[in-house]
């Protein structure tokens, strides 16, 4: 089995900046494609970037110049820098992984179990 871990959510005021982080393990045999997602209340799940590896890294329109990905492969790990925060970045953060497992080899995508975000006075 495979587990995601984020953390790094809470309350900001508009402009202020968070970092998320989110840590794989478990059965790993390598890492593919890590990204963040976003789903606002009321409003379906939304890609916020992907990161296919360090350098190759794509994000949505409405974040870019905002927020900056980043990953750590030693650790299994992919951070979410948030700067400029808006109202409308309100949102459960997901954090997803494309991951080949050691005991099958199979290539599955795995969630984490979402945090919140905040942006308000």
């Known amino acids: 089995q495979v587990q995601l871990v984020e953390s790094g959510g809470g309350l900001v005021q508009p402009g202020g900046s968070l970092r998320l982080s989110c840590a794989a393990s478990?059965?790993?045999?390598?890492?593919?494609?890590m990204g963040w997602y976003r789903q606002a209340a009321g409003k379906q799940r939304e890609l916020v970037g992907t990161?296919?590896?360090?350098?190759?890294?794509n994000y949505v329109d409405s974040v870019k110049g905002r927020f900056t990905i980043s990953r750590d492969n030693a650790k299994n790990a992919v951070y979410l820098q948030m700067n400029s925060l808006k109202p409308e970045d309100t949102a459960i953060y997901y954090c997803?992984?494309?991951?080949?497992?050691?005991?099958?080899?199979?290539?599955?995508?795995?969630w984490g179990q979402g945090t919140q975000v905040a942006v308000s006075s």
């Open positions: 990161s296919s590896s360090v350098r190759n890294i």
């Open positions: 997803k992984a494309s991951v080949q497992d050691t005991r099958t080899m199979a290539v599955r995508d795995y």
């Open positions: 478990g059965s790993i045999f390598t890492i593919y494609e």
